[in-house]
């Protein structure tokens, strides 16, 4: 297959409100938006917070620490950017500094039927092209 | 009020298909033409027409087919596959209150020649979808699958209980000769079957399916001088629940809550009835686990009780103490957003189902469970 004819993964279009979190993401941080009227975190980011309706948030830089909560094990057919990768996982982890934020991610250099809830995983950043950076997880190594 | 204002007093369908080969406008003319020639109606009594969305043909389309000179209502509900009954919530309200007389709800759809939706994701995705889709979490299957897997740990849920629905449900499609799958399935069958998604495999997913149906909606006085026996609608309701994200619906409080408990609470409320009183039900199918989900969240049984009472046969018709999908459902007769469902649900109230439940007097039918949804209460008498 030439260059041209490679199969795309579908690609991030940030806006207005994920322009942070994605830029956080090319960095190296796991960027939580953060409601200054209530200070509770939302995900994904918007202009309101849903408890106390603020529209004033910040971001905050979190640990990037969290459990396994649910995953599947995808099996073809899939997108051809992704046929090459299966059978592969897809995650969500909840987050340690909040059980209500949850994010999708994908399983990095684990094998798939070694999988279980509750383990402990670490974001890694994955570029996927020059402006998006992709969070996704690894497995935590005991400490 | 809306309860039994209106009933369902004609339906229609054109042949379910791998292939139709024919467009989606002629075989929504085709099934409308049928529930209308069902009901004893003309396209001159129609004064409304309701849809929901991934519907490719319009309201236009239909009138100047039809030859309906005009309507004095029209309206989409939102969300694919959850607004099947939706239909019927628009059409029942605007009929009740007076702003036109005769409703068809319809769904014209060639999703099995016309290609994946999934399938046809863009290089760059906006919105909710850049949080999930970049992952590979692509598929419904995929999205439905995370919470199959969740209720599986929290309940102990297993593959055969998400098997016994799709096993019970291939036999209740033996006896329609509708249906597109006649063939026998056993559960060793189904174990046997590739994985799609884990934990789900092959025949948790539904069938992809060309097909169109409709449905036509009048006053309740009107419908009792009709052709057919009416199916009076005795309850409907819409949901969202709260924090939703369409398909990867993972961030509100509880993650195993899906809208329809919401829809429940509403629809039972508006009868006047409870789940007990229920004799037989068309849950939303396009992948099993949505049955479990339903089962719970539709006070059949309790949370995390719904796999053993699969696996207990309560689903099979004739001696299940609640037959569902009895024309066996998107897993086995078509998938069309579940339009077959609420056709299904008025077949058990005038008696003619293939899987008839003696006695039907009262016909739950419900949407999508994992996008924003709605139910219906079909009742025997007003
Ligand atoms: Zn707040």
Not at chain 1, 23 to 41: D, F, I, P
Not at chain 2, 323 to 352: D, F, K
């Amino acid at each position: 297959m030439s260059e041209a004819m490679a199969p795309t993964a579908p690609v991030p279009l940030p806006d207005p409100d994920s322009e942070e979190f994605w830029a956080g993401c090319k960095r190296g941080e796991l960027r939580m938006q953060r409601c200054t009227g209530c200070s509770r975190m939302r995900y994904y980011p918007r202009p309101m917070c849903p408890h106390c309706q603020s529209m004033q948030s910040d971001w905050v830089t979190v640990s990037g620490r969290g459990t396994i909560y649910s995953f599947v094990v995808c099996h073809p057919p899939v997108l051809p950017a992704f046929a090459e990768k299966t059978p592969y996982a897809v995650l969500v982890v909840e987050l340690e500094e909040d059980s209500n934020l949850r994010m999708v991610g994908g399983l990095l250099d684990h094998p798939v039927d070694e999988i279980e809830i509750g383990l402990p995983v670490e974001v890694a950043f994955e570029p996927l092209t020059d402006e998006i950076t992709l969070p996704q997880w690894r497995v935590a190594k005991p400490s | 009020m809306l309860k039994n204002a209106t009933a369902i007093v004609g339906v229609g369908q054109v042949e379910f298909s791998k292939n139709l080969g024919r467009p989606e406008r002629t075989a929504a003319c085709e099934a409308i033409g049928a529930a209308l020639d069902d009901a004893g109606l003309s396209p001159a009594d129609v004064d409304g027409l309701v849809s929901f969305t991934m519907e490719n043909t319009s309201e236009v389309e239909i009138t100047r087919n039809l030859g309906i000179e005009n309507l004095s209502f029209f309206s989409q509900v939102g969300y694919g596959g959850g607004g099947g009954c939706g239909t019927l919530l628009h059409a029942a309200m605007a009929i009740a209150q007076g702003v036109c007389s005769t409703v068809v709800c319809w769904r014209a759809r060639n999703r099995s020649s016309g290609g994946r939706p999934w399938a046809q994701t863009g290089n760059r995705v906006a919105g909710d979808f850049q949080f999930y889709l970049p992952f590979g979490l692509l598929r419904p299957a995929d999205q439905v699958a995370m919470l199959a897997r969740r209720h599986m740990y929290e309940y102990g849920t297993t593959c055969e209980q998400l098997g016994s629905v799709a096993v019970t449900f291939r036999q209740h499609a033996q006896r329609n000769p509708a249906a597109l799958m006649q063939k026998p399935m056993t559960l060793d069958d189904y174990m046997n079957a590739r994985f799609i998604s884990e934990p789900l495999r092959l025949f948790d997913c539904c069938l992809e399916t060309d097909g169109a149906l409709a449905v036509v909606l009048t006053r309740a006085e009107r419908a009792r001088d009709l052709k057919q026996k009416p199916a009076y609608v005795m309850g409907a309701a819409q949901s969202t629940g709260p924090e939703h994200v369409v398909m990867a619906n993972y961030h509100k409080p509880n993650f195993l809550e899906t809208p329809s408990v919401y829809a429940a609470r509403d629809l039972f409320a508006m009868a006047g009835v409870t789940p007990a009183d229920v004799d037989c039900a068309q849950f939303y199918d396009a992948f099993t686990p949505l049955v479990l989900f339903s089962l719970e969240e539709y006070g059949f049984c309790k949370p995390g009780e719904s796999g053993p009472f699969v696996e207990a046969g309560n689903l099979a018709w004739p001696n299940g103490s609640l037959p569902c999908n009895t024309s066996g459902g998107s897993l086995s007769e078509a998938y069309v957003h579940g339009m077959n469902l609420i056709i299904e649900g008025v077949r058990q109230i005038r008696g003619t189902s293939t899987c008839q439940v003696e006695n039907a007097q009262l016909s739950l039918v419900t949407s999508g469970a994992g996008v924003p949804t709605s139910a219906v209460l079909l009742a025997s008498e007003a």
